[in-house]
């Protein structure tokens, strides 16, 4: 422990003035934060539950065409449509497509809850400033401010770059 050593370099800091403020979230920004990475997990699971079904399938010796796309209709039209020597082969590979449709339908309903309740957030505004930019959605935005908070608390784009660690630094040993 070095509580005594880190108390006098802190009183030594504050005394210089070098200590910078930290920014604490309130409770409405710790609130916003758990929608958004709720629905990152569910989009997590999604992306899962895709890959075991899709592991399966290929461990079974069915092979979509590379050539064309995945997750179109004509995608799931060919699962849905696939024979396995043993019915319980089918069994089990309509609980993955299941669970792909369940797990999907988790994301799309929290997409549309957080839509709901996202004119009642204070950073709104902000919400619709940051779609202007080119790729971000709405989703997005609220994913960025959630976690960011009020990013006019940044005195220029160079400081916010520089909390996100954007900027370009070097971190070696030997000359330079």
Known sequence: KTDRRDALKLARQLRSGDPTAVWVPDTEQEAMRDPTRTRDDFRGQEHKARQQRNAFVLRHGHHWPSNKTRWTQAHYNWLESLTFRHAWLRI???????????????VATITDRMMKVLPQWSLAPMVDS????????????????????DISRFDSPKQLMAYLGLTPSEHGTGKR
């Not at 940051?130 to 908070?149: F, N, P, T």
Request: aromatic fraction near 2%; avoid cysteine.
């Open 130 to 149: 940051l779609i202007a930019l080119r790729r971000i959605d709405k989703i997005s935005a609220m994913v960025l401010l959630g976690e960011l908070g």
């Open 92 to 106: 089990v590979l309509q609980e993955y497509i299941d669970a792909v449709k369940i797990v999907g339908a988790r």
